[in-house]
């Protein structure tokens, strides 16, 4: 009955290493970006590259015509190259 219970045991330990390992595995990278037009705040200023706050994630940026923009002003997203968004402050739109 100890042999048993050992057994099963050990086989729930391996199979809860593996789940685990494979959700790890599975990163945001490699999925597809759905940001475009989502909003977001600047976390550090955009000269024109720098980071912003999209629902709390953090994403690399850049300006999209070049302006520096501050910490804490408003972004929408209006393009992506590869993992570096593209962004224009919300109140420079028309």
């Known amino acids: 009955m100890l042999v048993v219970l050992a057994t099963m045991g050990s086989v729930c330990f391996l199979l809860a290493i593996i789940l685990a390992a ?6 945001s990278g490699e999925r597809d970006l759905f940001v475009i037009g989502a909003t ?9 590259d720098g980071s912003i706050l999209i629902d709390g994630e953090l994403w690399r940026a850049r300006s999209k015509h070049g302006a520096v923009v501050d910490p804490t002003k408003k972004v929408i997203v209006v393009g992506a190259q590869g993992h570096l968004l593209l962004v224009e402050p919300i109140s420079g739109r028309p």
Do not use: I, M, Y
């Open 22 to 27: 494979r959700s790890r595995h599975a990163k």
């Open 40 to 48: 977001g705040f600047v976390n550090t200023t955009l000269d024109p």
